[in-house]
């Protein structure tokens, strides 16, 4: 850092001392700054008129440039909104689709959780069947029938106990 330092004040020396030697840029010289003015005189107006065109030039550039900006936007713009997807789930669509999702989850959810309700429920009548298929016990047997008797479960409670008895007779004629 202090060589950087160094380096600029010697620099800045060796500018200053260069232009006092040669006379002309010797900023405290008013002479010299006079007499460009007196010589620069002429050639000022024409500067002007350059830069006066040279302004006129960039100003129909950069026009030019925003035209074709403005062109490359309104195309791309018109290409992307057509099938862009992005306004897919815009205005008032998004409700019926979030509310459609929604309603289907909670269906869906419910139908699930009944289903599962169902599986334990049918598991449990098979382990009752085959327990009192079991015992093989008359006065058992004609009570769960009787209690069942006119209800609309009365014919899937028969077949149970009928096929919980004919798998443990295979059973036992098979073991015996």
């Not at 409700?95 to 599962?116: E, N, P, Q, S």
């Not at 009192?132 to 009570?143: M, R, S, W």
């Amino acid at each position: 850092m202090k060589n950087v330092i160094r380096l600029l004040i010697v620099g800045l020396g060796l500018v200053l001392a260069t232009g006092c030697a040669k006379g002309n840029l010797s900023p405290f010289s008013r002479t010299n700054r006079a007499q460009q003015r007196i010589e620069n005189s002429g050639k000022i107006e024409q500067i002007k008129s350059a830069q006066d065109a040279i302004v006129k030039e960039v100003g129909q550039i950069r026009s030019e440039i925003q035209g074709n900006q403005n062109k490359t936007l309104n195309t791309t713009g018109t290409a992307n909104s057509a099938n862009s997807g992005v306004q897919i789930l815009s205005g008032d669509g998004v409700f019926v689709v979030v509310f459609g999702l929604g309603a289907m989850l909670i269906l869906g959810t419910t139908a699930v959780f009944y289903r599962m309700r169902a599986a334990k429920a049918e598991k449990t009548a098979e382990i009752f069947a085959q327990q009192i298929a079991l015992h093989a016990t008359p006065n058992l047997e004609d009570g769960v029938l009787l209690a069942a008797m006119n209800s609309p479960v009365e014919g899937h409670i028969y077949q149970l106990l009928l096929k919980q008895q004919n798998l443990l007779g295979r059973r036992q004629g098979s073991t015996s």
